[in-house]
């Protein structure tokens, strides 16, 4: 199996690790990964990194994301969704007209404290290990970005809409605290990732399909390859005189030393600059190596991230 990035519709019911732990059964490999956590009441895009493609999670962990949410009115709960024990309910009083532009207020960078039932980690422990002994521990509040919030139907109580925000989000925190905004409270009924970087919902398989392509021998055309995911860098072909200090990482000279600098799919072709500009390096065979940066102070690349491994 070719290492990559495997865009997985993750179903409700199963978590994240299940997710993986089922694509090593199918697919006979131990090294895999996934790019986030999704909860388990939570369906949509989950990217799972394959091989190599497993150096790629942290990455693609910080990609945007955008969901498809459904918001209830009236009812808090301790998990700030549905699944939760109910906490309060009250009566929803406001329109769908105040509503609507009540949810307008949340875009842009916003703070966000992260609920008690989430992986983060305090003082050691996670907080949802907390929530599930009934501890509560202080949690300091986060600047995200909402990038936009399009509502999609409202039938009060409920409320759908879809949003894009950056990594860290808690769309059910998003829910509770309109409620909180809305004087009536309110938390998440359904939740589903509809992108998370460059990957789509409509692009995503499910478990059972991805079991038949494999057993079919076709699942490699659904595998996007590591060196794809920066294609959007320059890149550059090495001389095979400079195949063995890139195998070993070691740093490369610019171009003049016979490194081809390949122009994009847009036909420009740029020559490498000091600084922060990155590149997509393939030794003399066309053997993707991984990413190289300029130096600051010489002209050199440096390795930025490599994938060789022999």
Not at 244 to 268: C, K, M, S, W, Y
Request: net charge neutral; hydrophobic share 35%; with cysteine.
């Amino acid at each position: 199996m070719t290492d990559g990035i495997l865009n997985v519709y993750k179903e409700k019911g199963f978590t994240s690790h299940d997710v993986v732990a089922k694509l090593r059964g199918i697919l006979r490999m131990k090294k895999i990964g996934h790019t986030g956590t999704l909860d388990p009441d939570a369906a949509g895009v989950l990217p799972v990194c394959l091989g190599k493609g497993t150096r790629l999670c942290e990455l693609l962990t910080d990609k945007d994301k955008e969901y498809e949410a459904l918001l209830k009115l009236g009812t808090e709960t301790d998990t700030q969704d549905t699944s939760g024990r109910v906490l309060a309910e009250k009566p929803v009083h406001v329109t769908a007209e105040q509503i609507e532009a009540l949810v307008k207020t949340f875009t842009g960078e916003i703070e966000q404290v992260p609920p008690m039932y989430s992986a983060i980690k305090v003082n050691g422990k996670k907080l949802y290990e907390l929530a599930r002994v009934g501890k509560e521990v202080e949690r300091q509040a986060r600047r995200i970005r909402i990038y936009g919030i399009d509502i999609l139907r409202i039938d009060l109580p409920f409320v759908r809409f879809r949003v894009r925000c950056s990594k860290g989000t808690y769309i059910r925190t998003l829910c509770h605290d309109i409620g909180q905004a809305a004087g009536c409270g309110g938390c998440m009924a359904e939740l589903t990732r509809t992108r998370s970087g460059r990957f789509s919902l409509e692009d995503s398989l499910t478990l059972d399909r991805i079991e038949t392509l494999y057993r079919e021998g076709d699942l490699q055309a659904y595998i996007l390859p590591v060196d794809a995911f920066f294609s959007d860098l320059q890149k550059l072909v090495l001389p095979n005189n400079l195949d063995r200090p890139a195998h070993n990482g070691n740093a490369l000279p610019f171009t003049g030393h016979g490194v081809q600098v390949i122009p994009n799919e847009d036909g420009q072709e740029h020559s490498p600059v000091t600084g922060e500009q990155r590149f997509r390096v393939y030794d003399s065979a066309g053997c993707f190596i991984g990413v190289y940066e300029g130096a600051e102070d010489r002209p050199l690349l440096k390795p930025w991230k490599m994938f060789y491994s022999g």
